[in-house]
Structure formats: structure tokens, C-alpha cells
């Protein structure tokens, strides 16, 4: 699902509209984050969002994007990306709920997610949370100017295999910045030292979408939703990141 294939090295004044757009997504993403509770419905939060990206002076990217009708996906438990936000949807204590922004403010596009539990929750979606973060840190790591694509997908991939989990395949990173999809892809497996070279000026968003049991996945009704085939939990965490001349990457999302 991508607008674009093509990979766009930015000047600096579009780096400064992504970081610009970044700011404001990650922004937008901790005060959501603060919001989820016991009782709020996901509708609830989606509406919270659209007043906090209006009061930020962006919009949703997300709305209207190949017809997605919300502001924002959230996504419960064995819901892994792309939930539509809907009054039926009621937050619990020990939930695990995934929050993916992207907005779009002056022109430019900041796209991030991250899942957090609800309350104290147990060891194992602890140590789950952790370890997706623990993902796509490594990731993060990976993307230097000089190394490959697959790098940073190799790096994903052996953290996820080392805990075990599942690493869904139907859905990856992508560049961003410009629009909310553009080349490359960055799936969350592969070889080091394949595909495209990274380069200075890159931006890209790097996101480990993970499982407790299979990789297997499948879409609901609603024609959005993804969930897991077997029921199992998910998580999904997402930085927006720029490829710098050397050095760690600039993260344009911050926490
Ligand atoms: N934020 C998502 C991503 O990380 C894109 C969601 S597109 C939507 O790629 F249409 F589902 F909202
Ligand atoms: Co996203
Ligand atoms: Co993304």
C-alpha cells in the first residue's frame, strides 16, 4: 500500500519539515499515550487525537488514505496495525493497545507508533513491549549512511528471533516525509548488506510489527484491521528517522 516507490534523498530544508511533522506526530502520539484507560473506547481516543493535531496546527495523514475513515489506527491486543477507531472497541485493564499517528503539517508527513499496556499487565506482555522496543532500537542502529536496507531488516530480525516471536511479513517500513509512503521498503526480515544503500538525506520510518505466536495474519471486516490469525498478541512500535552523513541516525519522532 504505497504511493510511491521511489526513494527520496531530501534537502535539508525538507529534512527541517520532517522533523517539523515529526515533532508534531510524536507529540501527538505521548499525549494519546496518556490517555488510554480502563473505560475509553478507541473512538474516544480518535476523536482526542484530532482536537490535539488541530490544536498543534496538522491533520491526520491517515484519514481518507486509500478511504481509511479514521484519524489515527489503534489497535487492541491481537489487533496488530491498522485498527479503525470504533465506539464498540473499550479499553481494559492489562490490554495491550497500539497507537500509530501520522500527520501531516506544512506540507510534511511524521509517522510514528508505539504500543503500551494498560495498567501493570503481565510479565510476558511486559517483557513483549520490551522486546519490540529492544527491535526497533536495533533497527534504528542499523540505518547509517553506507549500509543496506537489509541491515536494518537483519537487525529486527534477530531480535525478534532471539525472544521468539512472531515477525509479520505482509507489512513493513517505508520511506516518508513528502507522503506517508515512499521507497524504500524496510521489511522487519531479511539479509544484511542487500538492497538499497542508505543515504544521507533519507528518512525513513522503521516499525517492528510482532507476535506472540504466529506470524500468520488476517484482515477484518472492516477491510482495515489487521489481526493475527491465531489470537495471539501484537505489537507495533514506529520511529521516524533521518539518514544522517555519519553517525547514528537523526530520530525525528522523539519520546
Ligand atoms: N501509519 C501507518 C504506517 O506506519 C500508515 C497508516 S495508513 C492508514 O505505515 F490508512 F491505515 F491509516
Ligand atoms: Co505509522
Ligand atoms: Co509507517
Given at each position: 500500500m504505497k504511493k510511491s516507490d521511489r526513494i527520496i534523498v531530501k534537502?535539508?530544508?525538507q529534512i527541517a519539515g520532517c522533523r517539523l511533522a515529526g515533532e508534531?506526530?510524536?507529540?501527538?502520539l505521548r499525549i494519546m499515550c496518556d490517555a488510554v484507560r480502563p473505560g475509553v473506547s478507541t473512538k474516544a481516543l480518535d476523536d482526542l487525537a484530532f482536537d490535539t493535531m488541530a490544536a498543534l496546527g496538522c491533520k491526520s495523514a491517515d484519514y481518507g488514505y486509500y478511504g481509511y475513515p479514521g484519524q489515527t489506527c489503534i489497535s487492541v491486543n491481537e489487533a496488530?496495525?491498522?485498527g479503525v477507531p470504533s465506539e464498540k472497541v473499550v479499553i481494559r485493564d492489562g490490554d495491550l493497545v497500539s497507537i500509530?499517528?501520522?500527520v501531516e503539517c506544512g506540507g510534511f508527513v511524521g509517522d510514528n507508533a508505539r504500543t503500551v499496556i494498560v495498567g501493570e499487565g503481565s510479565r510476558e506482555k511486559r517483557d513483549f513491549v520490551a522486546w519490540t522496543e529492544e527491535a526497533l532500537?536495533?533497527?534504528?542502529?542499523a540505518a547509517r549512511a553506507g549500509n543496506r536496507v537489509g541491515d536494518i531488516s537483519h537487525a529486527v530480525e534477530l531480535v525478534a528471533g532471539r525472544h521468539r516471536l512472531g515477525i509479520v511479513?505482509?507489512?513493513v517500513g517505508h520511506g516518508c516525509g513528502l507522503s506517508i509512503h515512499e521507497g524504500p521498503e524496510i521489511p522487519n526480515y531479511g539479509a544484511p548488506h542487500q538492497g538499497p544503500v542508505l543515504r544521507e538525506g533519507m528518512v525513513i520510518c522503521i516499525e517492528p510489527m510482532l507476535t506472540l505466536g504466529s506470524r500468520r495474519i488476517r484482515t477484518l471486516k472492516d477491510g482495515w484491521t489487521v489481526v493475527t490469525a491465531?489470537?495471539?498478541?501484537?505489537?507495533?512500535?514506529e520511529q521516524m528517522v533521518a539518514i544522517t552523513a555519519s553517525g547514528p541516525a537523526e530520530i525525528l519522532t522523539p519520546r
Amino acid at each position: 500500500m504505497k504511493k510511491s516507490d521511489r526513494i527520496i534523498v531530501k534537502t535539508p530544508a525538507q529534512i527541517a519539515g520532517c522533523r517539523l511533522a515529526g515533532e508534531r506526530a510524536a507529540e501527538v502520539l505521548r499525549i494519546m499515550c496518556d490517555a488510554v484507560r480502563p473505560g475509553v473506547s478507541t473512538k474516544a481516543l480518535d476523536d482526542l487525537a484530532f482536537d490535539t493535531m488541530a490544536a498543534l496546527g496538522c491533520k491526520s495523514a491517515d484519514y481518507g488514505y486509500y478511504g481509511y475513515p479514521g484519524q489515527t489506527c489503534i489497535s487492541v491486543n491481537e489487533a496488530v496495525i491498522h485498527g479503525v477507531p470504533s465506539e464498540k472497541v473499550v479499553i481494559r485493564d492489562g490490554d495491550l493497545v497500539s497507537i500509530d499517528i501520522t500527520v501531516e503539517c506544512g506540507g510534511f508527513v511524521g509517522d510514528n507508533a508505539r504500543t503500551v499496556i494498560v495498567g501493570e499487565g503481565s510479565r510476558e506482555k511486559r517483557d513483549f513491549v520490551a522486546w519490540t522496543e529492544e527491535a526497533l532500537k536495533a533497527g534504528i542502529a542499523a540505518a547509517r549512511a553506507g549500509n543496506r536496507v537489509g541491515d536494518i531488516s537483519h537487525a529486527v530480525e534477530l531480535v525478534a528471533g532471539r525472544h521468539r516471536l512472531g515477525i509479520v511479513r505482509e507489512y513493513v517500513g517505508h520511506g516518508c516525509g513528502l507522503s506517508i509512503h515512499e521507497g524504500p521498503e524496510i521489511p522487519n526480515y531479511g539479509a544484511p548488506h542487500q538492497g538499497p544503500v542508505l543515504r544521507e538525506g533519507m528518512v525513513i520510518c522503521i516499525e517492528p510489527m510482532l507476535t506472540l505466536g504466529s506470524r500468520r495474519i488476517r484482515t477484518l471486516k472492516d477491510g482495515w484491521t489487521v489481526v493475527t490469525a491465531d489470537g495471539s498478541l501484537a505489537c507495533h512500535s514506529e520511529q521516524m528517522v533521518a539518514i544522517t552523513a555519519s553517525g547514528p541516525a537523526e530520530i525525528l519522532t522523539p519520546r
